[in-house]
């Protein structure tokens, strides 16, 4: 007999017959004599609809209180499902992240979580139930409802494995698995079988939002293996697993694209040393989480920086470069939320040469201007007009070969 975390996202719940499709999928798992437990997000769309009613109130909602509110729309499914399943014959019981007691810190709208008490569940699944977790929500030491940032529900679900140590962590999605990109705007995107932690945790932060960041990192810390795959099919999907050798094989396993941010340039400055310094300080010190930097070399005593920023900070860090023109001197600022960063991910690039030119050189020839680039070990990004994303992520996905079958699928 084992013990299986389900987790089914947004979409899987999005309707009434959803929720019973859902249920007879979980049954099924019940009824091969498994013990099941259940992560449920909100149905699709309820949570920035939740966000839009904080925002009608005030821009600028207490964070203590938008918890409360957005961690509603998981409590709506979670109680769903139960009733589903108890509908129809099982024993089943929904628990809210503070009866379970999945505790967090106290950061409000992207906690981290601290601990899981495994106590009560434990009793509830060795009496027979199926046990029903709100995703996306705990408690702080004091209470408080805390939630754990968006697509916070694949985080629950990872952490509630670990905390339990289950057999098996399925995260059911509307795709089949993970893909070499998006297949939503690539028709060519190929499933893969097996992506390890490091290239997963890249593509998740470069904008593949089928598992959110932080469930990978905390899969790759307690060694959750996860498996994304089908709501709607039985088809095997992808595993999210540790590096191996045949996993090295492949230059390139992705490409991702985030349209999320924008750009923020500052431009005739006078290049003195602290510049950077009197400009980022203020920007860090607001909270705001600069992402790729260029400055220009200095053209006759004179230079530009320019830096990306969340698309939802985007006001707040020109008001704040803004304000700081005067004293650096600087000629103008400029900003543009018309960006998309695409980036290709693969460990294979640590040893092969000649990954950033044909990078380069494959949008270059559909005539797409690359306005910034940056790298690291297994990455490397660019960004460029958002007008182009999909023909930039066709271009590159041709341009690395990814919808025809790799050494990884072979080796399998
Ligand atoms: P859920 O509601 O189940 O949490 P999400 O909408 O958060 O689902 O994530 C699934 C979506 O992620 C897919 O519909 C797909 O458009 C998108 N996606 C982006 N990149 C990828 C990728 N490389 N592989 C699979 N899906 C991807
Ligand atoms: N409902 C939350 C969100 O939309 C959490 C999740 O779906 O994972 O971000
Ligand atoms: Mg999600």
């Known amino acids: 007999m084992a013990l299986v975390v389900q987790k089914f996202g947004g979409t899987s719940v999005g309707s009434i017959e959803k929720i019973k499709k859902v249920a007879s999928r979980v049954a099924r798992e019940a009824d091969k004599g498994n013990s ?124 509630v494995a670990a905390a339990i140590d289950a057999d098996v962590c399925e995260i059911f999605t509307d795709v089949e698995g993970v893909y070499t990109t998006d297949p939503n705007i690539c ?39 996860l498996h994304v795959r089908s709501t709607f099919s039985d088809n095997e999907g992808t595993i999210v697993t540790m590096e191996d050798d045949d996993m090295e094989k492949v230059v390139v396993s992705g490409v ?23 400009i980022f300080k203020p920007i860090t010190d607001a909270d705001i989480v600069v992402d790729m930097i260029i400055q220009n070399t200095s053209e006759a005593g004179f230079t530009d920086l320019t830096f990306t920023v969340p698309k939802n900070e985007l006001a707040k860090a020109v008001d704040i470069v803004n304000s700081l023109k005067e004293s650096l001197n600087a000629k103008g600022v400029t900003f543009d939320d018309k960006i998309v960063k695409v ?7 640590r040893t092969h040469a000649g990954v ?25 990004s660019c960004v460029v007009d958002a007008k182009y994303t999909e023909l930039a992520v066709r271009v590159l996905h041709d341009a690395f070969g990814l919808s025809e079958l790799n050494t990884k699928e072979e080796s399998i």
Not at 91 to 117: C, E, P, V, W
Not at 195 to 222: C, D, H, N, P
Not at 357 to 380: R, V, Y
């Open 36 to 159: 099941v437990v259940v992560v449920v997000s909100a149905m699709a769309g309820e949570t920035d609809k939740l966000i839009t009613l904080a925002q009608a109130i005030t821009h600028t909602p207490d964070n203590r209180e938008a918890d409360v509110l957005v961690a509603t729309g998981e409590q709506v499914t979670s109680s769903l499902l139960a009733m589903a399943l108890i509908d129809m014959g099982y024993k089943a019981k929904s628990y809210m992240g503070h009866q379970f007691r999945i505790i967090t810190n106290q950061a409000f709208t992207s906690a981290r979580i601290l601990d899981i008490d495994t106590e009560r569940v434990r009793q509830d699944i060795k009496a027979g139930n199926i046990i029903v977790v709100a995703g996306f929500q705990g408690v702080d030491e004091y209470g408080n409802i805390t939630t754990l940032g968006r697509g916070g529900s694949d985080l629950s679900a990872v952490a």
């Open 356 to 380: 950033a030119s044909k990078m380069f050189t494959a949008l270059s020839n559909d005539g797409i201007n690359i306005m910034m680039i940056s790298t690291s070990e297994i990455k490397i």
């Open 256 to 278: 991702t694209y985030n349209k999320n941010e924008a750009k923020i340039t500052v431009w005739g400055i006078p290049d003195n040393p602290g510049i950077a310094a009197s």
């Open 343 to 349: 980036t290709i991910v693969g460990v294979g690039m």
């Open 187 to 225: 028709s060519d995107a190929r499933k893969l079988k097996r992506i390890s932690y490091e290239e997963m945790l890249e593509m998740a932060s470069m904008g593949a939002k089928v598992l959110q960041t932080r469930s990978v990192e905390f899969a790759k810390k307690y060694d959750v293996t």
